[in-house]
């Protein structure tokens, strides 16, 4: 039960929201007034509309956003931005209203967006005192600084191993121990060490695909079965929620007859998005659809992990795009792989490098776990919070 000294409102009595203001690209002045759309921050003006701080949410276009703005700014009329207070919080409101779920009150009147009068009659539950609005507000501003904080970690990590993948995979950047001559020459794929070389991936693998398995043959619980949907986040979360199945004894038949992927082998998605990589990292039984999926099998001639930050780079991308030009449906082909062309160092040079790669991944994984607890807690932060489930004062 919420405690007597909370109290219900019309939203309207509380935040009286108000369109903002038009203001067409060839009237925008310079100047450092944000202009507020319902995108966030889109721009800036020599003249503003609003006195900060204040609260913006989108009328049409991005709806259920909400944003606190601190100085004074121009809210664009894409927005609905809080006239009046009425002596509340301005940040605490923002916050309110992220707990409304403005969807629900989109296109009422037949015309697209929100309305303010349609949002103006929902009840809200608050805190009397602006003591108690301030404490909730700073508590779970202070949670959305740690998770701006770990965005922008994450953004900066990710730049930086985007760099590292540029010199480490061309050969740009050497290793300690590695650097046996110091030129450099020209090849089909660019500049790389004299020291290496370019190599097809039919060189170096084995490139095939499953044998089919017809729809008809999909089971709802069995041996794990994969489309490329399924493997694109496999290949990135190393997890999947699988809805598709074959029998074991279908799987132990293809098992003996035609060999089923190995510790080390790699499966790259040859339709939908194209080029996204598995690494298969252990023994676990699965199975794969045929044309939807390439099998380079494991051969020792490359480190997979070096192969697999490499289908990250521009060099492979472009390949792939170039490959499945042309096709109504863009396809990443067993002849296309064949033909796909990589730079070619020494198997420990390649190992060395995919370890420095796969360390950044690591270290951006984690930091990817951090943000979503992070999340996960502001969440639960303002189920109670908000409701006076938990009280600060």
């Not at 219900?8 to 009286?16: D, M, W």
């Not at 966030?40 to 003249?47: A, K, L, N, Y």
């Not at 170096?204 to 709802?220: D, P």
């Amino acid at each position: 039960m919420v405690s007597d000294t909370w109290k219900s409102e019309l939203l309207g009595n509380v935040a009286t929201l108000q369109r903002g203001f038009d203001l067409p690209h060839r009237s925008r002045k310079p100047g450092k007034v944000p202009i507020v759309t319902s995108s966030g921050i889109e721009d800036t003006h020599c003249e503003a509309k609003v006195k900060g701080p204040g609260v913006v949410t989108g009328r049409y276009g991005t709806i259920g956003e909400v944003y606190f703005v601190r100085d004074d700014f121009w809210p664009h009329n894409t927005t609905l931005y809080v006239r009046d207070f009425h002596g509340n919080d301005p940040l605490f409101i923002s916050y309110l209203l992220r707990t409304i779920d403005f969807h629900v009150h989109s296109g009422k009147t037949g015309v697209p967006g929100v309305n303010r009068n349609d949002l103006h009659e929902i009840i809200v539950t608050l805190p009397s005192t602006k003591t108690e609005q301030r404490a909730i507000a700073e508590a779970l501003s202070d949670t959305d600084t740690l998770i701006e904080a770990l965005e922008q970690l994450i953004t900066k990590k990710r730049q930086v191993k985007q760099g590292a993948m540029q010199e480490l995979l061309m050969g740009k950047r050497r290793l300690p121990g590695f650097a046996k001559k110091t030129g450099y020459k020209q090849t089909e794929i660019g500049t790389i060490p004299e020291d290496w070389v370019v190599k097809r991936l039919g060189e170096l693998f084995e490139i095939t695909s499953s044998k089919r398995v017809f729809q008809s043959q999909w089971k709802t619980k069995g041996i794990p079965f994969y489309r490329a949907r399924e493997l694109a986040v496999l290949g990135e979360q190393g997890i999947v929620n699988n809805e598709l199945f074959i029998t074991r004894e279908m799987y132990n038949a293809f098992k003996k007859t035609y060999g089923v992927p190995k510790v080390g082998d790699i499966l790259v998605t040859g339709v939908g998005t194209l080029g996204k990589v598995y690494v298969v990292p252990d023994e676990r039984e699965f199975y794969f659809k045929d044309g939807n999926i390439i099998w380079f099998k494991t051969s020792g001639k490359v480190s997979s992990e070096f192969l697999r930050q490499l289908y990250s780079t521009p060099l492979i991308i472009k390949q792939i795009e170039d490959n499945s030009a042309g096709t109504t449906v863009g396809t990443y082909t067993i002849s296309g792989a064949q033909k796909t062309v990589i730079p070619y160092p020494t198997l420990p040079e390649q190992t060395a490098i995919a370890e420095i790669l796969s360390d950044m991944d690591a270290e951006i994984a984690a930091l990817e776990g951090k943000l979503s607890k992070a999340r996960q807690v502001k969440h639960g932060m303002m189920q109670e919070l908000l409701t006076g489930r938990v009280r600060l004062v």
